[in-house]
């Protein structure tokens, strides 16, 4: 097999590639890509939740991250539209890049002024145009990944890409709430002016972003016709990415886009709700910050390298299976945390577990979906898969505050466990697909 044929022969050999010049690019911009997601959700729950803000209200509010769910919408765009002088100068993929970062920055630091006690609704309207922006970054940024690299260097570039992400939520999660914390002193309750501080910080941070796409090359452009006319255009740029990934894997399609679907439910219905529950749990912003946001995402960092490694080494779906069977085992181990009361040493062991599977299986996942697309319409077909990810997942998890006001914590996380089940079979039934099409 092709596959099997184009892995690494020694371990030496799957690691060496995460020092390549792609790989350290791609460290960089995942940060740039990572900062944005928990300032929009996970550390925005806490916030709106120290500020008072209902859990049912909450878990709505979190639809906001649906804008990452339909960036296939404006994808076409994205890959075939050039920017009237930034496309010129930086290139095709660089020049969104550049446009979606300054977004990025420019909604933080509204998010930054916002004061969810007074204007709640200004919050929103500003955490929208981080999403909206931030959705952009990704479709672009996809699109920059997969032209870098050829496909069996996929896993490697989605693992370095993992890290910066990684180390990004780091910052925009423990560094958050330590420079909260730090600015509000020994004051109780919500500090509008630590938390303006603390996201306008962010908003600086996006120059990590920003000064990695001035300094990265433009990948090799491919030529793309020229319409005649605009229904020309619509056909090349929206329909023929749809129709080329249904005319490859025909009756397959189906069965690939169940399992992009649900694949990350788990996860992506229990997040929602984790801060809040941090909060209710009566755990300080300091113990947050150090315990899940800086020993979780290390734990996930060294799931994304044994991810990367090991899909390599045995093959995507293999670890795909793994993956989904850790994610949805580890978040029993949530529900056990909420019956077992405050502990900061149960709080670490249950965070690292859950983001060591979170890990493995975000690194396996990227490199599954880099491999179904075609480089000709590489943003396009990526944004749909990437949106599609999470489109159900976000709309059930802006259901879990009212789940939790219902039922508790410890029924919530057993019942998002479950959610994972299907999950095994779909990725069962994907392998054996691709198998018969391959043998």
Not at 50 to 61: F, M, N, W
Not at 244 to 257: K, M, P, S, V
Not at 269 to 296: H, L, Q, R
Not at 410 to 436: H, I, W, Y
Request: hydrophobic share 55%; aromatic share 12%.
């Amino acid at each position: 097999m092709a596959d099997a044929a184009a892995r690494p022969h020694g371990w030496l050999d799957s690691l060496r590639i995460y020092l390549q010049p792609a790989s350290l690019r791609m460290l960089a911009l995942g940060f740039s890509a990572g900062l944005p997601l928990l300032l929009v959700l996970g550390t925005l729950s806490f916030r709106l939740r120290e500020a008072g803000v209902d859990r049912g209200t909450i878990g709505h509010l979190s639809w906001v991250g649906l804008a990452y769910g339909f960036k296939w919408v404006w994808a076409p765009l994205v890959d075939r539209l050039p920017l009237p002088g930034l496309t010129r100068w930086l290139g095709r993929r660089r020049s969104w890049l550049l446009l979606a970062q300054l977004g990025v920055a420019a909604g933080l630091v509204g998010m930054a002024l916002a004061d969810p006690r007074v204007s709640l609704t200004a919050v929103v309207w500003c955490a929208l145009a981080v999403a909206f922006a931030s959705a952009t970054q990704d479709i672009a940024l996809d699109a920059y990944r997969i032209e870098s690299a050829p496909t069996q260097q996929q896993p490697a570039l989605a693992a370095t890409y993992q890290t910066g992400y990684r180390l990004a939520m780091i910052w925009a999660g423990a560094g958050v709430l330590w420079l909260a914390a730090r600015a509000q002193g020994q004051a109780a309750g919500y500090d509008h002016a630590a938390w303006q501080l603390a996201y306008v910080v962010m908003a600086a941070s996006m120059a990590v972003g920003v000064l990695t796409v001035l300094l990265s090359p433009e990948p090799a452009p491919r030529p793309l016709a020229r319409a005649r006319s605009a229904g020309e255009w619509v056909r090349s740029a929206l329909v023929e990415p749809f129709a080329d990934f249904f005319r490859r894997y025909q009756w397959q399609a189906a069965l690939i886009l169940a399992l992009i679907a649900i694949y990350r439910i788990s996860d992506v219905v229990m997040g929602i709700m984790a801060n809040p529950f941090y909060v209710d749990m009566g755990y300080t912003k300091d113990e947050v910050a150090a315990v899940t946001k800086i020993y979780g995402v290390i734990m996930t960092l060294v799931g994304a390298f044994v991810g990367g490694s090991l899909a390599l080494r045995f093959g995507v779906m293999r670890i795909l299976m793994l993956g989904a069977v850790l994610s949805a085992a580890s978040n029993l181990l949530f529900a056990w945390l909420a019956g077992y009361g405050h502990s900061l040493p149960a709080l670490i062991a249950v965070v690292s577990a859950d983001n060591l599977a979170s890990g493995i299986a975000s690194a396996a996942f990227v490199g599954y979906l880099s491999s179904l697309t075609n480089v000709s319409y590489s943003a396009t077909q990526y944004a749909l898969f990437s949106s599609l990810m999470l489109m159900l997942p976000k709309f059930i998890a802006g259901f879990s505050g009212d789940y939790v006001n219902a039922f508790g914590y410890a029924n919530f996380f057993t019942s998002t466990a479950l959610l994972g089940l299907p999950v095994l079979l779909l990725v069962a039934l994907a392998a054996r697909a691709q198998r018969k099409s391959s043998g």
